[in-house]
């Protein structure tokens, strides 16, 4: 696996729905005094009157980017060591696939891998917190969540970038993934 790039180093929450990812991208955000990316299709769904189309899979993939790209800017430009993304466009094409098959452009999937590859870090956000209801949400029962957790490790893992599951509650998951990240970081600084 090729190492990623070290300032700023790209740290994703990615996982299944209702699974704390935005939470546990704002804690660690504050705790490392780093700037972080909403997921842009909570937005886009709120400007589109909860209405989301195969026609939208684009717009979504654009916005997404857009947000990661203003938090790396944000990074760079205060000299930060790293940005953290709720989701990211590797999350787009899961829910591209699930949702719309056959709708993800082309440019989507090699731009989705490409960034896997250049991501210090994935935070797999496993799916043992209990359902949070969320008009926005699709899959609430057991094994909805089961397969979609199956879904998303599995494209995680065919990337063959650098992950670590974070499971357990609030607190729990903010301390696994901060020791995660500080172990990315140590990597970072011996590398110089």
């Avoid at 909860?50 to 899979?57: E, L, P, Q, R, S």
């Avoid at 799916?127 to 699709?138: G, K, V």
Wanted: glycine content about 8%.
């Amino acid at each position: 696996m090729k190492e990623a790039k070290c300032l700023p180093l790209r740290v994703v929450l990615y996982g299944a729905e209702s699974t704390g990812k935005s939470t546990l991208a704002e804690a660690l955000s504050r705790r490392f005094s780093s700037p972080w990316s909403a997921e842009f299709v909570r937005e886009y769904w709120d400007a589109n009157g909860g209405v989301i189309t195969a026609a939208d899979v684009e717009a979504i993939a654009r916005g997404q980017l857009a947000g990661e790209d203003a938090a790396v800017a944000r990074a760079e430009s205060a000299g930060g060591r790293l940005v953290f993304h709720d989701t990211d466009l590797l999350s787009c094409t899961v829910w591209d696939d699930l949702l719309f098959p056959g709708a993800c452009p082309d440019w989507v999937r090699v731009e989705a891998a490409r960034r896997a590859r250049a991501t210090a870090l994935f935070l797999f956000c496993d799916t043992d917190l209990p359902w949070a209801p969320d008009p926005q949400r699709c899959f609430p029962d057991e094994e909805g969540r089961a397969m979609c957790r199956r879904v998303f490790l599995e494209t995680l893992e065919r990337t063959g970038a650098r992950w670590a599951r974070v499971w357990g509650s609030e607190t729990e998951r903010t301390e696994r993934a901060a020791v995660a990240v500080e172990g990315v970081l140590a990597r970072c600084s011996a590398r110089g």
